[in-house]
C-alpha cells in the first residue's frame, strides 16, 4: 500500500519541485485512475496492470490540457490562486465522474490467490501492485537521473531563470512535468484500486489528497526519492499504529492511526520543515 | 547613542564578522565601507536584530539590545531601509508610509489618522506627494528607493541605517538623495549610518566618519578624505599588486 | 475614517436583506425567500469572517472549518448538558455561545502559536493537517458521540418544547448568524482603520519588511487568526442549532473552508466590501442553481470559479480598486 501511495506522491511532489504548485486536484487525479481500472475491468475484464497504459496516456492529455488552460495562466499570480483553481479542477472532476458514474461505491474483486510471508496472507493482488508501483518509480528515477530530459528536470527544480539561461524551454518542461505529475498520480490511482476494500466513489479521492500531505511533507515538499520513501513510510506507520492501538482496545483504532498521521505532519513541519530526506 | 561592543558573528565556519566595535553619536553620519562580502550587511542585521551575533553586545542609548526582537528596536527608534527596496505592492504609497509611522519611535502613540498625516509629510519630502494613492507596486525602481526613504523616515528614528540607498542610482538623482538625506539629518538630529561599496564621492560628501570593514574585521576608521588616502584602501580594493 | 461611507452603504444595505428576511415571511418576492436570505447571509458571514485572516493576513488557513465544527459542537454540548439537567432553554444556548468564544480562543492560540511559526504552503498543509487530525481524535476517542455524533433537535425540543424549538431553529438561529455577519463586519472595518488593520496588510504584503518597520508579526497574526476563528466558531454555533445532529465528516467537511476561500477570492482579499460580494454572489448563485438544476450546481460552478480565478485573480473588489483611483479612496 505505502509503496502504491508513494508513487502518486511522487507525481504531487514533481509538480510542487518544478512548478512550485500545491496540486489540490490530486485526489481527484487518483480517483480517475481508479475508474479506469474499475471500467477496464469490469466491462472488458482486462488486468489492471495492463490499465496502467491508459491511465498514463489520460494523465498526459488532461494535465496538458489543464496545465494549458490553467495553471500556465496563474502560476506566477500569487499562492492562493492556484490553490484555489486546483480546488476548482477537483470539484469539477468529481461532479462529472458523479454525473457520469453515479455517487455509489463500486468496488470489484481481483483475486489471483494469496501469499503467506511470515504466517500472514497477503492477497497477491496487493503484492503485485507494490511490485509493479516499485517498478514505475524505479523507471521514473532512471529517466530522471540517466537521461538528458531528466537532468533538464533537476536544473529546473534548483534554479528556474538559470535552467532557462542554458537553453531549456522552461514552458515545455513546466507542461511535461505538470503532464506526468498527473499521469504519476492516475496510475497510482489506477493501483489503489486494488487495495479499495469498500469500494470506489468519486470522492473517494479527498482521503488520498490528505494523506499524499502527509507523505509529501514527510518526504520534503519536492524532495522526489522523499516522496517515494515517504509513501512507504506512511503506510508502515498508519499499519502499525492501528495494530498498536487495537491491541490497547481503542474504539476505533484505524481512524486514530490517521490521526497519528496528521500529528507527524505537525511534529516535522516544525521541527523540520525540509521533510526527513530534503535537503536544505 | 548605538554601541557596538566586540561583536563576533559566523555562520557555519565562516566568520562574517570579527570582533567589531563602533559607536554612534546622535545625530552623526557615518558610512561604512566595504568591497561584497566584507560583513557589512550582516553588522547592519546584527544592529537592526535580524539575527543576534554570538559574541559581543549592541548598546543603543544605554540599554543592551543585543537579544531584542527587530520589531522592539524600531519602537526605540532604529530604521531601516533597504537596498533592494522591500515595497509593499498592493497598498498605496500612503498606507505604505503610514505604516512606519505607527509602529516607529511613535508606535502606541498616534492613531492611523495622525499616521496618514505624517505619511503625507514624509511624501511631501521626498518629492513622491503626488502619487500617494498609487499603488506601491506601480512604482519605478528610483521611486521606490525615495519611498523606502520615506517609509524609514515616517518612523521618526533616532539612528537610520541605510542599505546602499544610492548605489544603481543615476548621479543625479544620486546628489539629490545624499543632500535630501544631510538635510533631514541636521533638521532632525537623525544619527545616519549607510553602507557603501562603491560611490566614494558619494561617501566624502555625506559622511562625517568613514569605519571602512574588510573580511569581517574593521580595519580603518576615521575623517572621510584620510580614509580614502589610506593606503590600505587600494590594497582591499584592487587586491595585494605588490604580493604577485 | 477611510471608507466609511462604503461601510454604511454596506451596513445599510444588509439590513435591507435582513428586512427582506422578515418581509418575505408571509409571501416570496420572486425567488427572494427567508430561507435565501439566511443562505446568503451565512455566506456573506463566512466571508467576512474568514477575510480577517486570509484576506488581511494573506495566509490561506485550509483548517477553517475546524472553529466552526468546535462551535457547532460546543452550543449541541451545552444544549444536552442543559437537557439532562433540565436547566432552561436559553440559558443553555447563551452556555453555548460562551464555550464556543472560550474553545475557538483556546483552539486558535494553540493552532495559531504553533503553525503561524510556518508560511505559504507549509502553512496551508499544517492548517489542514489540524483539521484532519482533530476530526479523527473526535471520531477515535469517541469524544462528542464520537462518529455517531451528538443530537441537537431532540435535547432541544425536550428542553423547550414544539413551539420554541421552531422558533430558535429559525428565528433564533438566524438572528445570531446575522449579528455574527455584522461584527465580523464592524470588526473589518475597525481593524482596516486602525493599527491593526496596517499592520496586517504589512505582514500580507512582506512579513520581513514589516518586522524590521516595528510589526510585532506573531502579535498581529494571532490576533487576526483568533478574531477570525471565534467568528468562524459563532456562525458554526448558530448554525448547529438548525441541525438534527453534528457529527465529524460533516461538521469538520473541508467543503466549507473551500468554499470561504471562494468568497474570498471572487470578491476580492483585504477589503470589508470583498467578502460581501463574494458572499452575495457566491451564495446567491447556489442557491438559485441548486433550486433549478438540484444535482448539478456544483458542476456548474467549478468552471466558473476556474474561470474567475485565471481572468481576475484578485477578485472582483480587487479588479475595480487596482483601476480606479476613486474606488481606492471610497472603500479604503
Redo the contacts between chains.
Keep these: 500500500m505505502g509503496s502504491v501511495l508513494g508513487l502518486g506522491a511522487v507525481g504531487l511532489s514533481l509538480i510542487f519541485g518544478v512548478l512550485r504548485v500545491v496540486n489540490l486536484a490530486h485526489g481527484a487525479f487518483l480517483m480517475l485512475g481508479m475508474y479506469i481500472t474499475y471500467w477496464l475491468f469490469v466491462l472488458y475484464g482486462l488486468n489492471p496492470a495492463i490499465s496502467l497504459i491508459p491511465s498514463f496516456i489520460v494523465g498526459l492529455l488532461i494535465g496538458a490540457i489543464v496545465y494549458q488552460t490553467i495553471i500556465s495562466r496563474i502560476m506566477y499570480g500569487p499562492e492562493l490562486s492556484t490553490l484555489v483553481a486546483g480546488v476548482g479542477l477537483m470539484i469539477l472532476l468529481e461532479e462529472a465522474a458523479k454525473v457520469m458514474w453515479e455517487p455509489t461505491y463500486r468496488g470489484f474483486i481481483y483475486d489471483i490467490g494469496t501469499v503467506y510471508v511470515g504466517g500472514i496472507g497477503l492477497p497477491l493482488s496487493k503484492v503485485a501492485s507494490a511490485l509493479l508501483s516499485l517498478l514505475l518509480v524505479a523507471v521514473f528515477f532512471i529517466v530522471l537521473y540517466k537521461t538528458k530530459l531528466g537532468t533538464a528536470v533537476r536544473a529546473l527544480m534548483q534554479d528556474p531563470e538559470g535552467a532557462a539561461l542554458c537553453g531549456i524551454n522552461v514552458r515545455l518542461m513546466y507542461a511535461l512535468m505538470f503532464s506526468l505529475g498527473v499521469s504519476l498520480a492516475l496510475m497510482s490511482g489506477s493501483l489503489i484500486a486494488l487495495h479499495q476494500q469498500q469500494g470506489i466513489n468519486p470522492y473517494v479521492g479527498h482521503s488520498y489528497l490528505l494523506i499524499a500531505f502527509v507523505i509529501v511533507v514527510l518526504g520534503g515538499l519536492g524532495s522526489l526519492h522523499g516522496a517515494y520513501v515517504g509513501g512507504i513510510l506512511v503506510g508502515v506507520i498508519i499499519s502499525l499504529s492501528t495494530l498498536v492501538f487495537t491491541f490497547f482496545g481503542v474504539p476505533q483504532p484505524m481512524i486514530l492511526a490517521h490521526f497519528i498521521a496528521f500529528l507527524l505532519i505537525l511534529i516535522i513541519l516544525l521541527l523540520r520543515p525540509q521533510g526527513l530526506f530534503g535537503g536544505k | 547613542m548605538l554601541e557596538v561592543v566586540n561583536v563576533t558573528k559566523r555562520f557555519g565556519g565562516i566568520v562574517a564578522l570579527r570582533n567589531v566595535s563602533l559607536k554612534v553619536e546622535r545625530g552623526e553620519r557615518i558610512a561604512i565601507v566595504g568591497p561584497n562580502g566584507s560583513g557589512k550587511t550582516t553588522l547592519f542585521n546584527v544592529i537592526n536584530g535580524v539575527y543576534p551575533p554570538e559574541e559581543g553586545k549592541v548598546i543603543f542609548e544605554g540599554a543592551d539590545i543585543t537579544m531584542l526582537p527587530s520589531y522592539k528596536r524600531a519602537w526605540l527608534g532604529i530604521a531601516r531601509a533597504f537596498q533592494i527596496p522591500r515595497p509593499f505592492p498592493n497598498i498605496t504609497l500612503r498606507e505604505s508610509v503610514a505604516i512606519g509611522a505607527l509602529f516607529g519611535s511613535l508606535y502606541g502613540k498616534i492613531g492611523a489618522r495622525e499616521a496618514l498625516e505624517i505619511a503625507d509629510e514624509r511624501l511631501k519630502l521626498v518629492g513622491l506627494y503626488d502619487k500617494r494613492n498609487e499603488l506601491t507596486g506601480k512604482l519605478a525602481v528610483p521611486e521606490l528607493k525615495l519611498l523606502e526613504f520615506a517609509k524609514a523616515l515616517a518612523m521618526k528614528p533616532k539612528l537610520l541605517l541605510l542599505d546602499e540607498i544610492v548605489a544603481g542610482m543615476p548621479p543625479s538623482a544620486v546628489d539629490y538623495i545624499v543632500s535630501l538625506v544631510r538635510k533631514i539629518s541636521d533638521e532632525e538630529n537623525i544619527a545616519i549610518a549607510t553602507l557603501v561599496e562603491h560611490v566614494m564621492r558619494a561617501v566624502v560628501k555625506f559622511a562625517e566618519r568613514v569605519i571602512v570593514l574588510h573580511l569581517g574585521s574593521k580595519v580603518l576608521e576615521g575623517r572621510p578624505e584620510e580614509v580614502l588616502r589610506n593606503p590600505l584602501m587600494e590594497e582591499i580594493y584592487l587586491g595585494k599588486r605588490w604580493s604577485l | 475614517m ?1 471608507g466609511y461611507r462604503a461601510f454604511l452603504l454596506t451596513v445599510f444595505t444588509l439590513l435591507i436583506l435582513v428586512a427582506l428576511r422578515f418581509i418575505t415571511e408571509a409571501e416570496p418576492i420572486g425567488f427572494i425567500t427567508p430561507q435565501f436570505v439566511t443562505f446568503v447571509m451565512f455566506y456573506v458571514a463566512l466571508g467576512l469572517a474568514f477575510n480577517i485572516f ?1 484576506g488581511m493576513t ?1 495566509y ?1 488557513d485550509f483548517g477553517y472549518v475546524a472553529f466552526m465544527a468546535l462551535g457547532s459542537y460546543a452550543m449541541a454540548s451545552a444544549i444536552n448538558r442543559a437537557s439532562s439537567l433540565s436547566l432552561p432553554g436559553y440559558g443553555a444556548i447563551i452556555l453555548g455561545l460562551v464555550e464556543t468564544i472560550v474553545l475557538t480562543f483556546i483552539l486558535a492560540l494553540i493552532v495559531g502559536g ?2 503561524l ?2 508560511r ?3 502553512f ?3 492548517t ?3 483539521n ?2 482533530l476530526r ?2 473526535v ?4 469524544i462528542w458521540g ?2 455517531a455524533g451528538i443530537y441537537v433537535s431532540g435535547p432541544l425540543i425536550r428542553l423547550v418544547g414544539h413551539e420554541a424549538y421552531s422558533f430558535i431553529a429559525l428565528i433564533v438561529s438566524d438572528l445570531l448568524l446575522y449579528a455574527t455577519a455584522f461584527i465580523a463586519l464592524i470588526i473589518t472595518f475597525v481593524y482596516l ?3 491593526i ?3 496586517l ?2 505582514i ?3 512579513e ?10 506573531t502579535f498581529y497574526k494571532v490576533l487576526a487568526f483568533s478574531t477570525s476563528g471565534i467568528l468562524g466558531g459563532l456562525i458554526g454555533a448558530s448554525w448547529a442549532l438548525k441541525l438534527a445532529a453534528v457529527y465529524p465528516p460533516e461538521a469538520f467537511n ?1 467543503f466549507y473552508t ?1 468554499e470561504a ?2 468568497i474570498v ?1 471572487l470578491g476580492g ?2 477589503t470589508f466590501l470583498g467578502p460581501i460580494v463574494g458572499g452575495a454572489v457566491y451564495g446567491g448563485l447556489k442557491y438559485v442553481l441548486s433550486g433549478y438544476i438540484p444535482g ?1 450546481q ?2 456548474i ?3 466558473i ?2 474561470a474567475i ?2 481572468m481576475v ?1 484578485q477578485g472582483v473588489i480587487g479588479f475595480l480598486r ?1 483601476r480606479s ?1 476613486r474606488l ?2 471610497f472603500i479604503a
Design positions: 477611510m486570509i494573506g490561506v504553533i503553525a511559526r510556518l505559504g504552503a507549509y496551508a498543509i499544517a489542514i493537517s489540524v484532519e487530525g479523527f481524535l471520531d477515535g476517542l469517541d464520537g462518529s482603520n486602525s493599527r488593520g496596517y499592520a496588510k504589512a500580507r504584503e512582506d520581513d519588511a514589516a518586522k524590521v518597520m516595528g510589526v510585532n508579526t473541508i473551500v476561500i471562494v477570492m482579499a483585504g448539478y456544483l458542476l460552478f467549478a468552471p470559479l476556474i480565478i485565471v485573480p487596482e483611483e481606492r479612496e
